[in-house]
């Protein structure tokens, strides 16, 4: 059964750290860019980060540049998504992607809420 599922979301303030992981099954995991999306309230979802299947070259959006870190690790099958020095503004659902060719695979979601 294909499958990514996320954890590691939750409330933090501004300032603080969260790590999410997304556990993959199902699939040829070295294969596959994997890639991390949030959608905040009201708003499109957007990609975050990048990591390409060799785990080499990433990619990260303006706004989370220098302050999340996207990691894979190919012996559990899991992408990682450190994200510090976190602002309210990054407060969404953050949803695993994983993407080759025009296979795209979706997690369930994991909700982050940054607020004091």
């Known amino acids: 059964q294909v499958q990514l599922v996320e954890s590691g979301g939750g409330w933090v303030q501004p300032g603080g750290s969260l790590r999410l992981s997304c556990a993959a099954s199902?699939?040829?995991?070295?294969?596959?860019?994997m890639n991390w999306y949030r959608q905040a309230p009201g708003k499109e979802r957007e990609l975050v980060a990048s990591i390409a299947s060799a785990g080499v070259s990433t990619n990260y959006v303006g706004s989370v540049k220098g302050r999340f870190t996207i990691l894979r690790d190919r012996t559990k099958n899991t992408v990682y998504l450190q994200m510090n020095s976190l602002k309210p503004e990054d407060t969404g659902v953050y949803y695993c992607?994983?993407?080759?060719?025009?296979?795209?695979?979706w997690g369930q979601g994991t909700q982050v809420t940054v607020s004091s």
């Open positions: 199902g699939i040829t995991f070295s294969r596959y860019t």
């Open positions: 992607n994983a993407e080759r060719n025009t296979v795209l695979i």
